[in-house]
């Protein structure tokens, strides 16, 4: 069984305690800043002595992410519902040497079983080391299961989910201390490793609803609010197909047009505006109107350009690429009308890409990362 163990450094203050179950009411626009930092931040230890266990293990769900949302690409994402998403259950155990993690076992979709067990190689047992360090653990060993619920390469935040849910359950297995800024920041050890330096997953994942990413350096993660009383469905088709993220970026332009660039920045200001204003329909436009990324990845995704037509003839407000792909997305604001959507975008997967396709409406997830479940010491 592999482990990984890691050194804890002394900080400079201790912080209070942060509770994460789930997260507290956030204002209309909240900006939650860390300190200043690298475009790639160290992990430091926060607390101030090895802290003890409060509880045996702690399970933790973490949501599937839609990352991009058109024009807001490495910049915009959101949490989506529907009971998609990661589980990860971290315990304490004897048998792992005090201040390393392991990892016990990884199940869930068939593809799981392709997940490394070395803790340094798969996205949770990363998240979890880096949680484990900025606590300070140093006197207990902890072993690590992971259920996956997302499929991987399927644009809908596979690695994020993983990460965030394993830095949560640390956290809460020693009493909820990492705020949720930290909890980003040890998903982003995660996602820096495998899939690049980006929140857009990560961090919606966490802290639920729609974020924006407004600095790397210094980091800066806002989220931004939908209105409660505004009804917002997504529509995921993802058809049986691998769209690799490393291919899916090198499709990307190496220069961008200046009237591309105000067209792209406008429509992104338009749909954090219309998230704001919980305005569905100028949501779905300006997420349809990428001009920059979408072009060069559609084509790369059999039958992406008909998906996209057959959505909004179905009557969608907007459809684009979910990610990296190959799972599009649509949103609606009425949830039978989302499902209509959904069967007309999987029969153009089959017709013009000659792919199968399953659909999931979901709702918006406010939530977030949050502990399902919990056994004392």
């Known amino acids: 069984m592999a482990t990984a163990a890691f050194s804890a450094t002394s900080p400079t203050q201790s912080r209070p305690a942060h509770r ?42 973490a949501p599937a992410t839609v990352a991009n ?28 040497a005090p201040g390393t993690l392991s990892i016990a076992d990884v199940s869930g979709c068939a593809a799981a079983a392709k997940l490394s067990r070395n803790p340094l190689w798969n996205c949770a047992g990363i998240a979890g080391i880096a949680a484990m360090r900025m606590l300070g653990v140093r006197s207990v060993g902890l072993s690590l299961s ?3 619920g997302l499929p991987l390469g399927s644009g809908l935040g596979s690695s994020a989910a993983s990460a965030a849910a394993a830095a949560l359950a640390v956290s809460e297995l020693f009493g909820g201390r990492l705020s949720p800024d930290e909890l980003v920041l040890a998903g982003l050890e995660s996602e820096k490793k495998v899939s690049g330096y980006h929140a857009d997953n990560v961090g919606p994942s966490i802290l639920g609803g729609f974020v924006l990413i407004r600095s790397y350096d210094p980091f800066e993660i806002i989220r931004l609010e939908f209105p409660v009383d ?35 920045s406008s429509q992104a200001a338009a749909l954090v505006a219309a998230v704001l204003q919980g305005n569905v329909r100028v949501l779905g436009s300006a997420m349809s109107a990428d ?13 992406m350009v008909s998906v996209k037509k057959a959505a909004i003839d179905s009557g969608a407000f907007g459809c684009t690429i979910s990610g990296a792909g190959p799972t599009a997305v649509a949103v609606t604001d009425d949830e039978e009308k989302g499902k209509e959507i959904g069967s007309r975008m999987v029969e153009a997967f089959s017709r013009e890409g000659n792919l199968k396709a399953s659909v999931t409406v979901a709702k918006l997830d406010r939530v977030g990362a949050r502990v399902t479940g919990s056994s004392a010491v």
């Open 20 to 61: 994460h179950r789930p997260l507290p009411s956030l204002s209309r626009l909240r900006a939650i800043r860390c300190s200043s930092v690298s475009k790639a931040p160290a992990v430091t230890a926060v607390a101030t002595a090895d802290p003890s266990p409060v509880f045996r293990s702690v399970a933790a769900f």
């Open 69 to 96: 949302l058109g024009p807001g690409f490495d910049f915009l994402g959101c949490a989506v519902g529907g009971g998609l998403g990661d589980t990860v259950t971290v315990s304490v155990d004897s048998a792992v």
């Open 146 to 148: 992971l259920h996956k």
């Open 230 to 264: 505004r009804e917002l469905y997504f529509v995921l088709v993802g058809p049986e197909f691998e769209a690799p993220t490393k291919k899916m970026r090198e499709a990307l332009p190496a220069d961008i047009p200046m009237k591309d660039h105000v067209r792209n």
């Open 291 to 303: 001009g920059i990324v979408e072009p060069r990845r559609a084509p790369l995704i059999p039958g």
